[in-house]
């Protein structure tokens, strides 16, 4: 039997001390070899369509900046779970991004997941990115919630403002989903078209679950309106304006960034015709990054993207958390949530690829121009540029 001495023993306790010490120092640095930040988005669901495709615009971002060196020759690594929209997987996938992949960022959209997820994002110390949820109060949610995105305040006041100053329309209906999507966003339609001179006839809401709008859109239709505002999510949008057309609502009908997509025109054919949508981001015809951003779409996907603006906007967050990793890591700074909400609001304006540039404000939202676009001949074709 081997007998362990007092100097044997204190010799080998000081080597695994010393091995102990040099598997930590390999762990941290093996820690240190990428950048971690994490992506939670509708992979499944009624919202997958154009969640999925947001999420390849991230991916190819991320691909694109690895291939060019990463973060100071480091990996940067997005982890992607799915939320469905539904605040409560939401919560799930935050959560799990926070506890277990231990990501010191983390970027979300629609406004329901984004306002369930805040608290853990602020309890945690975790910054959480809003890229194209647009509630209004996203900008009260705490510390630890920014948008890069921005809010109803911003493109749907435009919106308004223009229909009744350049449009001329002097009644106004608003038909909003029953949830955090629409419910602030009709607010400010209705505040400012008032403002405007106009005169909201009809204000009318449908629950997010709803298939048949026949019940909203009559009331409408009653008030005799000149111009119809529509706030729905993205996936019912098409059917609800292919409902009111089918009861003969001519008028125009105005709506946010969701319904910008090439689906509606599928869906809808000529029904989609006056369609008028804002934009917050610029078109094919703005700049050349967006027409060749564009046209890879169509060569590697066989179509435009659901939701341009949005994959937009998706596309470019990548580049944002890769300037502050950078920042951080030229510092040598320890990468925690409180280090990044730091040197994020330190470098504060950052000049991105598709989206130009983005700068944030104190009280945490973005102020960007606005882009109308509007259905004619069976296409998406610019309006006007407001709010410029």
Same mark, same amino acid.
């Not at 608003?174 to 400012?192: K, M, P």
């Not at 000529?270 to 804002?278: D, K, L, S």
């Not at 890769?322 to 510092?331: E, G, I, Q, R, T």
């Given at each position: 039997?081997?007998?362990?001495?007092?100097?044997?023993?204190?010799?080998?306790?000081?080597?695994? @001390?010393?091995?102990?010490?040099?598997?930590?120092?390999?762990?941290?640095?093996?820690?240190?070899?990428?950048?971690?930040?994490?992506?939670?988005?509708? $992979?499944?669901?009624?919202?997958?369509?154009?969640?999925?495709?947001?999420?390849?615009? @991230?991916? =190819?971002? !991320?691909?694109?900046?690895?291939?060019?060196?990463?973060?100071?020759?480091?990996?940067?690594?997005?982890?992607? $779970?799915?939320?469905?929209?539904?605040?409560?997987?939401?919560?799930?996938? %935050?959560?799990?991004?926070?506890?277990?992949?231990? *990501?010191?960022?983390? *970027?979300?959209? =629609?406004?329901?997941?984004?306002?369930?997820?805040?608290?853990?994002?602020?309890?945690?110390?975790?910054?959480?990115?809003s890229v194209g949820a647009n509630a209004p109060?996203?900008?009260?949610?705490?510390?630890? %919630?920014?948008?890069?995105?921005? $809010?109803?305040?911003?493109?749907?006041?435009?919106?308004?403002?223009?229909? @009744?100053?350049?449009?001329?329309?002097?009644?106004?209906?608003?038909?909003?989903?029953?949830?955090?999507?629409?419910?602030? &966003?009709?607010?400010?339609?209705?505040?400012?078209?008032?403002?405007?001179?106009?005169?909201?006839?009809?204000?009318?809401?449908?629950?997010?679950?709803?298939?048949?709008?026949?019940? /909203?859109?009559l009331k409408i239709r009653a008030s005799n309106?000149?111009?119809?505002?529509?706030?729905?999510?993205?996936?019912? &949008?098409?059917?609800?304006?292919?409902?009111?057309?089918?009861?003969?609502?001519?008028? /125009?009908?105005?709506?946010?960034?969701? *319904?910008?997509?090439?689906?509606?025109?599928?869906?809808?054919?000529?029904?989609?015709?006056?369609?008028?949508?804002?934009?917050?981001?610029?078109?094919?015809?703005?700049?050349?990054? *967006? @027409?060749?951003? !564009?046209?890879?779409?169509?060569?590697?996907?066989?179509?435009?993207?659901?939701?341009?603006?949005?994959?937009q906007y998706l596309h470019d967050t990548p580049?944002?958390?890769?300037? !502050?990793?950078?920042?951080?890591?030229?510092?040598?700074?320890?990468?925690?949530?409180?280090?990044?909400?730091?040197?994020?609001?330190?470098?504060?304006?950052?000049?991105?690829?598709?989206?130009?540039?983005?700068?944030?404000?104190?009280?945490?939202?973005?102020?960007? /121009?606005?882009?109308?676009?509007?259905?004619?001949?069976?296409? =998406?074709?610019?309006?006007?540029?407001?709010?410029?």
């Amino acid at each position: 039997m081997t007998q362990f001495t007092p100097s044997r023993r204190l010799g080998l306790t000081a080597a695994l @001390a010393t091995a102990l010490l040099a598997g930590t120092s390999g762990l941290a640095l093996a820690q240190q070899a990428s950048y971690k930040f994490g992506l939670a988005m509708p $992979l499944t669901g009624g919202q997958a369509l154009y969640g999925n495709d947001q999420v390849k615009a @991230a991916q =190819w971002a !991320v691909d694109a900046i690895n291939a060019k060196g990463g973060v100071n020759g480091k990996k940067l690594e997005m982890i992607v $779970l799915d939320t469905q929209a539904d605040p409560q997987v939401g919560i799930q996938a %935050v959560n799990r991004l926070i506890s277990v992949d231990k *990501v010191p960022a983390f *970027v979300t959209a =629609w406004s329901g997941v984004v306002k369930a997820v805040a608290p853990i994002a602020n309890d945690n110390k975790v910054v959480e990115l809003s890229v194209g949820a647009n509630a209004p109060d996203i900008s009260k949610l705490g510390d630890y %919630v920014y948008t890069t995105f921005p $809010l109803a305040d911003v493109d749907i006041r435009a919106v308004a403002q223009y229909s @009744a100053k350049e449009m001329g329309k002097k009644k106004a209906a608003v038909l909003f989903v029953n949830n955090e999507t629409g419910i602030g &966003s009709a607010v400010v339609y209705r505040d400012t078209f008032t403002k405007a001179g106009g005169q909201v006839v009809a204000y009318e809401s449908y629950d997010q679950k709803a298939t048949d709008f026949t019940g /909203p859109l009559l009331k409408i239709r009653a008030s005799n309106p000149e111009i119809i505002h529509l706030q729905g999510l993205v996936a019912e &949008s098409p059917q609800v304006i292919a409902q009111a057309r089918q009861l003969g609502i001519t008028v /125009p009908i105005t709506s946010y960034s969701g *319904v910008y997509n090439p689906k509606l025109i599928e869906q809808l054919g000529a029904a989609a015709e006056g369609v008028i949508a804002t934009s917050l981001a610029p078109g094919v015809a703005d700049s050349p990054a *967006v @027409a060749e951003y !564009v046209a890879r779409w169509q060569k590697e996907v066989g179509r435009a993207p659901n939701g341009l603006p949005y994959t937009q906007y998706l596309h470019d967050t990548p580049y944002l958390v890769a300037a !502050v990793f950078a920042s951080l890591d030229k510092k040598g700074t320890p990468v925690t949530g409180e280090a990044f909400r730091k040197e994020m609001l330190a470098i504060k304006s950052f000049d991105l690829p598709l989206t130009g540039k983005v700068e944030f404000s104190d009280d945490h939202t973005v102020n960007k /121009p606005v882009y109308l676009v509007e259905v004619k001949g069976g296409k =998406w074709t610019g309006k006007a540029v407001v709010n410029k």
